[in-house]
């Protein structure tokens, strides 16, 4: 499995991903989602952003992003977020993509702090962050909507201990 730069070609094959039950459950989107949120989002990649495919066979088979704060007194912080299909879901597509972004936020980017939202319900990614480093630091109570219910999310953070600046 390659894992490379998202490119505007696999807008097409990220939005129908976003949407597939396994996927959308998690990262809160709807069916009824355009292509257009996909193919804006690329467009608002920036050079301080790190957006990465996993590639099988031409298949993109999941997706991990770094945005990085522009604010001044935070770009030594970004936000992730992670999605594999599920055909490939709890075959190590998602550690793959988490270890190879994580690398470089820490060795090219030089950032610090890497935080994200995660419903509390997602065992999945929560066991996937936690394996990384990620902790838990507050609880957004009723943060979401999840099948017409209310639902907590955790914010987790992960800390780059190395001594940077
Ligand atoms: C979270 C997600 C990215 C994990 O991707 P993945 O490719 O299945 O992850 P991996 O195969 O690398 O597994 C990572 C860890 O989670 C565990 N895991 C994966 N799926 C699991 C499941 N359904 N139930 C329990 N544990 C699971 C694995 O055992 C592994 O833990 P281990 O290394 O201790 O054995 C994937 O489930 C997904 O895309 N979910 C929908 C979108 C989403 O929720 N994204 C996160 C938004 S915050």
């Known amino acids: 499995m390659e894992i490379r730069k998202i490119s505007m070609k696999d807008a097409e094959q990220i939005s129908r991903m976003r949407r597939l039950n396994g996927v959308r459950e998690g990262i809160l989107a709807v069916t009824s989602e355009r292509i257009d949120v996909t193919t804006n989002f690329i467009n608002s990649l920036s050079e301080c952003d790190r957006a990465l495919a996993a590639v099988e066979n031409g298949e993109v088979a999941g997706m991990a992003v770094i945005l990085k704060n522009k604010c001044f007194s935070?770009?030594?912080?970004?936000?992730?977020?992670?999605?594999?299909?599920?055909?490939?879901?709890?075959?190590?597509?998602?550690?793959a993509l988490i270890k190879k972004i994580i690398q470089e936020a820490d060795e090219i980017m030089g950032l610090k702090r890497i935080e994200l939202l995660v419903l509390t319900d997602n065992v999945p990614a929560?066991?996937?962050?936690?394996?990384?480093?990620?902790?838990?630091?507050?609880?957004?109570?009723?943060?979401?909507?999840?099948?017409?219910?209310?639902?907590?999310e955790y914010f987790m953070a992960r800390i780059n201990k190395k001594e940077t600046q």
């Open 126 to 152: 929560l066991k996937l962050y936690k394996k990384f480093g990620f902790q838990i630091e507050a609880t957004r109570r009723n943060a979401a909507v999840k099948e017409g219910k209310f639902v907590d």
């Open 74 to 95: 935070r770009r030594h912080s970004a936000k992730l977020a992670v999605m594999v299909s599920p055909y490939f879901q709890e075959k190590g597509v998602g550690t």
